[in-house]
T-cell receptor, first 111, second 114 residues
């Protein structure tokens, strides 16, 4: 059973607007969450993380929000740029160094 | 060279072949991972090595055999694979305390089993 879900396989956004990527999880023991970005023919690269003791973490144009009661996190990119076009994976961890990944959301930012 | 490298980048093999995937990291990390990414599925963790010792084996079939001779190198030996094993195989590494450190991924090996 999939513990981390990204229900939107794709998203298109106009350049300059906000991109919102969503992720849901089922395991209430997860306490650390990350977002990765993946370009074609490259491995995923770390983007931003959040610990369960926070509900928001911001890094430049990227902000991750965590709603523990809803078991939901989201990644906001604002303003979106064409170079942000990639596949975005969310991942969650409960303990140790094992992370559970979602299926990814392919973001296209239209110039 | 820095980061995590994987060779080969592409591999086509028959079901009776034996091949190996190689991963090398130049980051001084002590943990290394093999993931499988199939189309429309999440990344699936296959194996974890911490300080060269295998600490996770997520019910991976024995036709996949990992080897970690030292902290910088990780191999995945393949034998009598099935067509459904065709996927992108990603290697990653991280410092030992990976709870708050990220995993650094290689570019992957695109495997096709005929």
């Amino acid at each position: 059973d999939q513990q981390v879900k990204q229900n939107s396989p794709s998203l298109s956004v106009q350049e300059g607007r906000i991109s919102i990527l969503n992720c849901d999880y089922t395991n209430s023991m997860f306490d650390y969450f990350l977002w990765y970005k993946k370009y074609p023919a490259e491995g995923p690269t770390f983007l931003i993380s959040i610990s369960s003791i926070k509900d928001k973490n911001e890094d430049g144009r990227f902000t991750v929000f965590l709603n523990k009661s809803a078991k939901h996190l989201s990644l906001h990119i604002v303003p979106s740029q064409p170079g942000d076009s990639a596949v975005y994976f969310c991942a969650a961890s409960a303990e140790g160094n094992q992370f559970y990944f979602g299926t990814g959301t392919s973001l296209t930012v239209i110039p | 060279e820095t980061g995590v490298t994987q060779t080969p980048r592409h591999l086509v093999m028959g079901m009776t072949n034996k091949k190996s995937l190689k991963c090398e990291q130049h980051l001084g990390h002590n943990a290394m991972y093999w993931y499988k990414q199939s189309a429309k599925k999440p990344l699936e963790l296959m194996f974890v090595y911490n300080f060269k010792e295998q600490t996770e084996n997520n019910s991976v079939p024995s036709r996949f055999s990992p080897e970690c001779p030292n902290s910088s190198h990780l191999f995945l030996h393949l034998h009598t694979l099935q067509p459904e094993d065709s996927a992108l195989y990603l290697c990653a590494s991280s410092p030992p305390s990976a709870r708050t450190d990220t995993q650094y991924f290689g570019p992957g090996t695109r495997l096709t089993v005929l």
